[in-house]
């Protein structure tokens, strides 16, 4: 699965994880906890050997620390994930993990494109940018965090605009991937959708 920040993918992925009793894999996990890794080591974001560096000995144990979900570290993963060695030691884990025989739910920005090219079924989860910053800003205010509407708005826009245009491995669907836009559709909706589209792929194959 693929698809830009806050579209949605991230809670549709762990729901269909459940689903087909599959391993699951936040691919921009791994992006924020090498971006992460840089700052705590005092280190400049565009470091390219601070950067390969840290991709290289990335915990994987780390993954679900709550201090990479901040808007801060989803712009500073956004900067890592532009350098070509970083991508390169995460393809490694990333096919790793593909590789299991049960197979896997692995969501990111290249999964149909670069990582799993020959995946069984591709979704690119989209939504328009408002409904994905409304998503958003729903999401921090939750958990407690001092931001507006209008930041997030801005910050998801800039975001798309430095996946998509990237040099290596930018944000595209791929050519076989279904498209799935969840602007009108509430969770379940999109995760019905979801679900018709795999079982109708997976029969077909
Ligand atoms: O999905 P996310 O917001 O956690 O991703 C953070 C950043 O990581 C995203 O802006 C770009 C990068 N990323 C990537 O380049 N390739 C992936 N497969 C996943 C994330």
Redesign the pocket.
């Known amino acids: 699965m693929?698809g830009p920040?806050?579209s949605g993918k991230?809670t549709l992925a762990k729901k269909l994880a459940g689903h087909y009793g599959l391993a699951h894999l936040?691919?921009?996990?791994?992006?924020?906890a090498v971006a992460r890794d840089i700052l705590t080591a005092g280190k400049a974001l565009d470091d390219e050997a601070a950067a390969a560096d840290a991709a290289q000995s990335l915990e994987s144990g780390t993954l679900n620390d709550p201090a990479l979900r901040t808007p801060e570290v989803?712009q500073a993963?956004?900067r890592v994930?532009k350098i070509g060695a970083v991508?390169e030691a995460l393809f490694k884990f990333?096919r790793v993990f593909a590789s299991r025989r049960e197979g896997a739910i692995i969501?990111?920005?290249?999964?149909g494109t670069v990582?799993c090219p020959e995946a069984d079924v591709k979704i690119f989860v989209e939504a328009s940018t408002d409904v994905r910053a409304e998503r958003r800003y729903k999401e921090l205010m939750e958990v407690g965090h001092d931001i507006s509407y209008e930041e997030i708005h801005a910050q998801i826009a800039a975001?798309d605009e430095?996946?998509r245009s990237?040099a290596i491995?930018p944000?595209r669907p791929a050519e076989d991937a279904h498209l799935l836009d969840t602007s009108d559709l509430g969770i379940e909706a999109a995760f019905k959708a979801a679900v018709k589209l795999i079982d109708t792929a997976i029969s077909q194959a």
């Open positions: 693929d920040a806050a991230g936040d691919t921009g996990s791994l992006y924020r989803g993963a956004a994930a991508r990333q969501e990111g920005r290249d999964i990582v975001r430095a996946d990237r491995s944000l």
